[in-house]
């Protein structure tokens, strides 16, 4: 074993000069061992000088294949390390370029196409950066439910302008249809058009503002958005018979106040705190020149008469229903209202005698509705529960025939409607069932 200042003396030289040391170290212990290295013609002084002379030799030799071989290494790893960036480039250069490629097919394809292959290759990158750690779960989760109602935004908008064409087609048949009729008619047709018209643009806005058709039904507490569109397009075309009912109804007393003839049978039932539907009105038709107007009244039953007399040659008969039930909840909290099983229904039955024959039913309004709810953190929350409908038909019944008409509701459901803390402080029910009389 080398003593210690021997280790110092190799700290530092080259593996040629330490197999020199280590020599010189083997030819002290040989000295001491009696060999005389003065004799150099000494057989056994010439075996180790040739003995360390290849050592030192071996050694350094050694040494250098060593150091060759470190540095093949080392060069190999960093022409591997230079390669794998290379092809790391490569790599990236190529999905570069397809993902070019592909938003330069899809923009070529239309906006639609355009928009789902941004949105896709956005998808792809949150994935990848969630892939290396580079984002949250949580912050991935949010970025790509934005991507998705980015995409949802856009293809409402291509899917609406793509359907502009068959809008505007559906428009056009619908003034031509109006153009057909006459009268009444015509105003009714027009009215419908464009109370659809205004509702269904409404609905959009709704829809953009909930963020899609069914978080709209959810914030309204209706079953589905199709069956809440259906509500609101009914109430709508319910709001515009009832207009030309209103205006119709305002002209006969008019007329009657000014002695002129015409008559209008219309009744209303308004009650708060119960909901019973209730109410009916009939109305009788004699050609006869009006020598006026009598009529007995049941409030608070199912049964309301009217009776009108007068000369005419024609009968449009509308019948109209509409109900509104609204419930308050004035104690402030995180509760609300919250809509339940079932629809907003109702059927009237219109029955008609002619003369002295037996009374029929004739006609039948079906009657849709909705649940509005409006349930606000700090003020007073609100459910509207609505019905509405309405029709106009014309008798072709002789007019020598005396007619009398009665409407009577015959079957009513409602959906259900509560509170989550358990109750409401106030409620409003108005309802009105008319039938309206217009002879000419």
Known sequence: MQS?????????????????????????????????????????????????????????????????????????????????????????????????????????????????????????????????GRIERAAYNTLVLESQKALELSSAEVNKALSSPEALLATMDAEVAMLGKVGRARELSRRQMMNERDMRQELQKAVEAAGGKEALALAKGAESYEAYERSMLAAADASAALSIQVEEAAANAEAWANGRGSAAAAGRVGRHGSNHPGGATPSRRRPQRAAGARGRHHAGGRDRQSDVESLSRALSETVSFTRRHERVQTTLGPSGFVAGAGQNTARVDIYRQIGNNAESLWQVLNVAGSVNIMNEPDGADRAVSNWGGSFTVNDTSPSSETMQYRAVISGFTAQDVTHTSGTFQQQTITQSLAVISVEY
């Open 4 to 132: 210690l200042p021997g280790q110092l003396a190799r700290v530092g030289k080259s593996a040629g000069e330490v197999a020199k040391l280590d020599v010189a170290d083997w030819f002290k212990e040989a000295q001491a061992g009696g060999v005389d290295f003065s004799k150099r013609d000494d057989p056994k002084v010439k075996q180790y000088i040739e003995q360390g002379a290849q050592y030192i030799r071996l050694q350094t030799e050694l040494a250098a294949a060593q150091k060759n071989f470190t540095e093949s290494r080392k060069g190999a790893a960093a022409a591997e390390r230079a390669g794998a960036k290379d092809r790391k480039a490569d790599a990236e250069a190529t999905k570069r370029y397809n993902e070019q490629a592909a938003m330069a097919a899809a923009t070529m394809a239309g906006p639609l196409a355009e928009a789902t292959e941004r949105q896709k290759q956005l998808e792809d990158k949150l994935k990848e950066a969630l892939k290396e």
